[in-house]
């Protein structure tokens, strides 16, 4: 288990047993109050709801309320600024939400106990929260937990292993090659850390260059993006239910894509790949076969060319409508890949635009997708030049992912679909 997890484990269970005492807490003020010995309530707050149920759910909820904050996402060097705002808007959040469920169906003669018990379940829920991650946070800052390397050279960041370090600063004599820099980028990304450059004058001139805490240095976060943690969030619990709710209401469709397959040319139903994801990291992506057994007999990966005569007469209609994609929400359940992302590319294609675009490693700090930018742009790229091209636009989608980009780009491929333009 990494550090990085650890940490992670420390947060989530100190959030576990605090909210876990929250609800306790807070039911033992409701049963004063409904003994009337406190805060002067004379009048009998009766419950209407079972006291015994919440003790399991109340922690849930905090604890997904949490994960969609993005409190979990980034464990190491939390401005403590930033962590007592998440932790209030959570508790608050969280208050609201048991207010409105539960403590509103209580029978009351008037609005003073209803405020006096959501302001007794915000302050346990906050003070009880805060407390043990502020305590945590204290401890590992304390420790220097994190492990940071400083590299020098490309020698130095091929003796690093994963696992090693949280975070690998790179800090390169003035006179460096920017090819340099990417291949840097490509070799450090696969160890899933935090990686950052030393920056020079211009570009601190320029404002390349952040300062996220004040007892460290001004450095450019190259792996950092610009969506924030809790937006990535919800875009990777959007993902992970999305895939659910298509490989279930799909899955009938997805029979009928198999049977019409296997009826229509020998081979298997399902074929897969290796594409390099998020880190740089290989995995195999799953297709309906549109094309005859063995299209690729010598090896070579090729791409697909208009009136390609490997595609079968089922494969060019699902091709059309992309219903060939349909397994890859099986991808995106796993975490190989998300709902909107660059789509990922294979190896061998993967050296060959590098050679005239070493920036394609970027790409690796965010998971690849069905849908992005760069398809809807450019549409299918059986060139180098389109290859590039789609590059491009998947970088412009990365220093602009927002959620609200993720919809518009869900809603051009919707048209996409519908007028079938896929290949």
Same mark, same amino acid.
């Given at each position: ?20 005492l929250?609800?306790?807490?807070f ?5 004063l ?28 909820v ?28 959570s ?19 008037n ?5 006096g ?5 915000f302050g346990?829920?906050?003070? *009880?929260?805060? !407390?043990?991650? %502020?305590? #945590?946070?204290?401890l $590992? ?9 400083? &590299? ?33 980028f ?25 300062i ?23 875009k990777?619990?959007f ?10 209401v799909?899955?009938? *469709?997805?029979? !009928?894509?198999? %049977?019409? #397959?296997?009826l229509? $040319? ?9 594409? &390099? ?8 992506i ?13 090896g ?123 290949q």
């Open positions: 288990m990494t550090l990085r997890r650890k940490q992670q484990l420390w947060y989530l269970l100190a959030d576990l047993l605090s909210s876990e929250v609800w306790l807490l039911l033992v003020f409701r049963w109050v409904y003994e009337g010995k406190i805060l002067s309530m004379e009048t009998v707050v009766i419950p209407a709801f079972n006291f015994y149920m919440p003790l399991l759910v109340y922690p849930m905090c604890l997904m309320v949490y994960y969609l904050s993005g409190y979990y996402l980034r464990p190491f060097q939390k401005p403590l600024g930033r962590e007592l705002l998440q932790t209030f808007c508790a608050a959040v969280i208050s609201l939400l048991f207010f409105f469920i539960i403590i509103i169906d209580d029978e009351a003669q609005y003073r106990q209803y405020l018990s959501l302001a007794v379940l346990l829920q906050f003070i *009880l929260s805060y !407390l043990p991650r %502020l305590l #945590i946070t204290l $590992s800052r304390r420790r220097g937990v994190m492990r940071t390397r400083v &590299i020098h050279s490309r020698e130095e960041a091929e003796a690093l292993r994963a696992g090693e370090q949280e975070e690998v600063i790179i800090d390169l004599p003035e006179q460096h090659n920017e090819r340099e820099l990417y291949q840097l490509a070799m450090l990304y696969p160890l899933s850390c935090e990686i950052s450059i030393v920056p020079r004058v211009y570009d601190m001139l320029t404002g390349a260059a952040r996220d805490m004040l007892d460290r240095p001004s450095l450019i976060r190259i792996s950092a993006l610009h969506m924030s943690d809790s937006q990535l969030c919800i990777r619990a993902d992970t239910i999305a895939s659910v709710l298509g490989l279930v799909g899955a009938p *469709l997805m029979a !009928l894509i198999a %049977l019409q #397959i296997r229509s $040319s020998p081979g298997p139903v399902i074929y897969s790949q290796e594409r &390099i994801g998020l880190y740089g990291l290989p995995f195999r799953y297709k309906f076969r549109t094309m005859i057994d063995h299209a690729e007999a010598d070579i990966p090729q791409v697909t060319l208009d009136h390609d005569p490997r595609i079968t007469p089922i494969g060019r209609w699902l091709r059309k409508y992309r219903l060939d994609e349909l397994p890859q929400l099986w991808n995106i359940l796993r975490g190989d890949m998300s709902i909107v992302g660059p789509r990922p590319e294979r190896p061998y294609f993967i050296e060959r635009i590098m050679q005239e675009a070493p920036y394609y490693c970027l790409l690796y700090k965010v998971r690849p997708g069905l849908t992005s930018w760069g398809p809807i742009r450019v549409g299918y790229t059986d060139t180098m030049e389109k290859m590039i091209e789609r590059l491009n636009c998947d970088i412009a989608y990365i220093e602009n992912m927002s959620l609200g980009l993720d919809i518009k780009i869900l809603f051009f491929t919707i048209g996409i679909l519908l007028r079938g333009k896929g």
